[in-house]
């Protein structure tokens, strides 16, 4: 399996490519705030390096002290996005089965995207009082992951207030905002200007990629 369909099979990949796009910007506040273990962590931002949907950026500090963030790139927020809108129809699905009271459908539903909760539950697309909700109703557990990100909430880490964003500050929650990034062509600098996702050429607009 190529390094590229990893990533569209991966809800961890997406988790820490959403933790980029809202401004969550280096491993350690990553590693918290997705409730990911700190060497999964690395190996998939390695990934995501390697297939230019996030780039590394050197800022200097006090005393001039350099230091490494990390941006999402072009192609990654219109990956993103794209993973996002379908989930957001997943959820939809669900929401309508709950809401029915169709129990079966339902649970063939969550039987088929349940490694996809801990993403929507930390992107803000599913609700967290309707994911309670609807597992009660089913009368399901949570698993760990599940329970971590329910007791954490969404990750909102306010010292990055000021601090560099993605592209037209994509922090969408429920998988609409699509891929209008302010990106202008321009390749990134050390200054922390924007930049260009380079050459991608696997993408394409339904979310899927070939392999280099």
Known sequence: MSSNAKVDESPN????LDAVNTGINNRDKIARGTKLPKEQVELIIEDLLAQRLIVNIEKTGFFRKKKIEIGITETGIKLLNAKKKDLEEKRRQMQQSYDNGDGALLQSYMGANRTWIPMMLFSGIMDMMFFTSMMSFMGWGMNPMESAMIGSG????????????????????????????????????????????????????GGGFDGF
């Not at 990949?13 to 820490?16: A, C, K, Q, V």
């Not at 592209?167 to 200054?191: K, Y």
């Open 13 to 16: 990949h997406f988790m820490i």
């Open 154 to 205: 969404s990750y909102d880490d306010t010292s990055n207030s000021g601090e560099m964003h993605s592209a037209d500050d994509h922090s969408g929650t429920s998988g609409e905002n699509s891929d209008s990034s302010s990106s202008d062509g321009q390749d990134f600098d050390s200054s922390g200007g924007s930049f260009d996702s380079g050459s991608f050429d696997g993408f394409d607009s």
